[in-house]
T-cell receptor, first 114, second 112 residues
Framework: AQSVTQPDIHITVSEGASLELRCNYS??????LFWYVQSPGQGLQLLLK??????LVQGIKGFEAEFKRSQSSFNLRKPSVHWSDAAEYFC????????????FGKGTRLLVKP | DVKVTQSSRYLVKRTGEKVFLECVQD?????MFWYRQDPGLGLRLIYF???????EKGDIPEGYSVSREKKERFSLILESASTNQTSMYLC???????????FGDGTRLSIL
């Protein structure tokens, strides 16, 4: 069965430090991969997506993610975190085949220390 | 810019009431979705619709129904609200299936 795992429930980083949020998926074929961000009291905003091609994907707000097929991972990175990046981040996996399938991870809450 | 609008940010209802959550999108998207979001569980798909009057069950459809009479509007209905349906409800729309969904700001529903 298709699944998405975000191993870290909470992560705390200092402002200006680098960030990596982990996402692992389980699916037989190459899925469509997404990262969304949710600020408090808001809906979800799409940061970036991977469908095919270059495995390093650039997104909005200075984020990037790298698809590693051998590790079934799609980790989100940012070289220097800003206080406004404090939010909850969701990895999601979509697939087509026998109909549509789309699953969100349970999220990682990012806290930013001044 | 795509706009997905949910009619209420906060809603308080009583057990047994019939509850309607409304969602409108302005980008002529074919696909619309309803999720609920609970702490520690992430987002779970309740129903989605790929065309007017069409609907498909998601992962947790029990206790809910939906209506899509017009392309821009997708309604979630709690037939007889129960306390375990207290949650944040998120609506989304997209042009291509589940890909690149655009989300509304959510409705925080409390069932007393």
């Amino acid at each position: 069965a298709q699944s998405v795992t975000q191993p870290d429930i909470h992560i705390t980083v200092s402002e200006g430090a680098s960030l990596e949020l982990r996402c692992n998926y389980s699916y037989g074929a190459t899925p469509y991969l997404f990262w969304y961000v949710q600020s408090p009291g808001q809906g979800l905003q799409l940061l970036l997506k991977y469908f095919s091609g270059d495995t390093l994907v650039q997104g909005i707000k200075g984020f990037e993610a790298e698809f590693k097929r051998s590790q079934s991972s799609f980790n989100l990175r940012k070289p220097s975190v800003h206080w406004s990046d404090a939010a909850e981040y969701f990895c999601a996996v979509g697939a087509t085949g026998q109909g549509f399938s789309f699953i969100f991870g349970k999220g990682t809450r990012l806290l930013v220390k001044p | 810019d795509v706009k997905v609008t949910q009619s209420s940010r906060y809603l308080v209802k009583r057990t047994g009431e019939k509850v309607f959550l409304e969602c409108v999108q302005d980008m002529d998207h074919e696909n619309m979705f309803w999720y609920r979001q609970d702490p520690g569980l992430g987002l779970r798909l309740i129903y989605f619709s790929y065309d007017v009057k069409m609907k498909e069950k998601g992962d947790i459809p029990e206790g809910y129904s939906v209506s899509r009479e017009k392309k821009e509007r997708f309604s979630l209905i709690l037939e007889s609200a129960s306390t375990n349906q207290t949650s944040m409800y998120l609506c989304a729309s997209s042009r291509l299936g589940f890909l690149s969904q655009h989300f509304g700001d959510g409705t925080r529903l409390s069932i007393l």
